[in-house]
């Protein structure tokens, strides 16, 4: 296992950052109609913010497949993420920028930490 557990922690982190960065300095006005097409098409505030975060985890999928050559990680990264910013909000937690940064660290890096063990790697 070494420290895979936390290179791709760190790796989703950054992702996540770099994610923000694009969409809303760089593409913030397309992002801005593609969310009133979307709200258009699924009807509800409750679906749009799932199809966001859901476009969030296909976007860490995708860096974290190149980054490591591994489809699997990347997919299991995005859900793990995706799990974590889905009950955060179900849950109503209210978080500072540092805080809900740490609780994605400490999540994914059990999780993958777990799988790891389970796998023997």
């Given amino acids: ?24 300095r760089v593409f913030a006005d397309f992002y801005i109609l593609l969310a009133g097409i979307l709200k258009e098409i699924l009807g509800t505030n409750l679906a749009l913010w799932i199809a966001h975060e859901g476009l969030e985890a296909v976007f860490h ?8 050559l591994s489809l699997e990680l990347g997919i299991l990264a995005a ?16 978080t500072t920028w540092l805080q809900h940064r740490a609780l994605h660290f400490v999540v994914e890096s059990f999780f993958f930490m777990g799988l790891f063990a389970l796998i023997g790697l």
């Fill in 1 to 24: 296992m070494e420290l895979l557990w936390f290179y791709i922690a760190v790796i989703l982190a950054i992702s996540d950052e770099v994610h923000s960065l694009i969409l809303w």
């Fill in 61 to 68: 999928c995708i860096v974290l497949s190149l980054l490591f």
């Fill in 79 to 94: 859900v793990v993420h995706f799990m974590v910013d889905f009950f955060h909000e179900l849950f109503g937690l209210k």
